[in-house]
């Protein structure tokens, strides 16, 4: 499962609505299972082009990427990492890991410098 995209049922503030929801989107597993639970990455469009992150949200653009079948340009949100738990993980997207392992490879670089420096700073 490590390496794969899934999709996922994933919890959003809805600002429209002013309450928490939620939605399918699609996630990169990154670490798991433990206790049923695995680490993951969401898989975003980011409509407010304003709120993206230029160091750590790396975007995946399907025309490069056509093997991980995501239908519009997205972002590993690399700065969002969570937990969902196993029976949430509905259906297998694409294996980001084996397919293009370039990318796999600089999102978890990305990963690792984004957990240094939030370490670095609570030290």
Do not use: W
Not at 24 to 53: C, E, F, M, Q, W
Not at 80 to 106: C, P, R, W
């Amino acid at each position: 499962m490590i390496g794969k995209i899934y999709s996922t049922v994933f919890p959003y503030y809805d600002s429209k609505t002013q309450k928490n929801s939620f939605k399918k989107r699609p996630v990169l597993i990154i670490g798991g299972p433990r206790n049923n639970d695995y680490t993951v990455l969401p898989i975003s469009t980011v409509t407010k082009k304003a709120n993206l992150d230029a160091e750590y949200d790396l975007e995946i653009n399907p025309a490069n990427y056509p093997l991980l079948h995501l239908d519009k340009l997205s972002y590993v949100r690399v700065h969002k990492q969570t937990t969902v738990h196993k029976v949430s993980l509905t259906s297998l997207i694409g294996d980001m890991k084996t397919e293009y392992a370039d990318l796999y490879l600089n999102v978890l670089e990305k990963l690792e410098e984004f957990n240094k420096i939030t370490i670095d700073n609570a030290l």
